[in-house]
Every structure is written in C-alpha cells, then in structure tokens.
C-alpha cells in the first residue's frame, strides 16, 4: 500500500508543478521585438530608363522616332552585354 500512495503523491505533485509552470508562462508578457526595416532599393538615376519610358509613352510612333531606336538598340546592347561599336568617322562629299 506504502507504493500506490507514493506513486500518487509524486502524481498530484507533478502535476501541480506542470500546471503552475503552464500558469507563469501564460501570464508572462514578452516585451515587443523592435522591427527593423530594411531601407527602400532605390535604383540610381538611368537616363536611357527615362528615355525608354518615353517611347513607351510614345507607343506605335515611337517605331519611327529616331531618339527611341537610338534607345532601345543602347538597351538591347546593354541587356546582351555588347560594347557600343565606335562610331565610324564621317567623311565630307570633297576629297
């Protein structure tokens, strides 16, 4: 007999103290966490961006305006990793 009333008084006794850790936790208030904000990506100022953008604008004329061909073959250029070609020198109608 001595065993089963120790057994339940180790019981009773474990399971005031889960309960009393469960109460503590519970009414414990966790101080808030500062949140950190990233800074905005602000992407540097592209001429040719402004440029492109303006064409957009442009929309189906933009196919006949020299300064927006002049733009998108610069991007095209860009996005494939080409060096501009040097422009050739232009020569006058005398000799």
Do not use: N, Y
Not at 32 to 49: E, F, I
Not at 66 to 85: I, K, M, N, V, Y
């Amino acid at each position: 007999m001595e065993g089963k009333v120790l057994a339940r008084i180790a019981a009773i006794v474990f399971v005031a103290f889960a309960i009393t850790v469960t109460v503590i936790e519970m009414t414990r208030e966790e101080a808030p966490v500062p949140v950190s904000t990233a800074p905005a990506l602000q992407p540097s100022a592209d001429p040719l961006r402004a440029i492109l953008r303006g064409c957009q604008r442009l929309g189906e004329a933009a196919a006949s305006d020299a300064d927006c061909l002049a733009a998108w073959a610069e991007s095209r250029d860009r996005f494939l990793g080409r060096t501009p070609a040097p422009e050739a020198p232009q020569h006058s109608g005398g000799q």
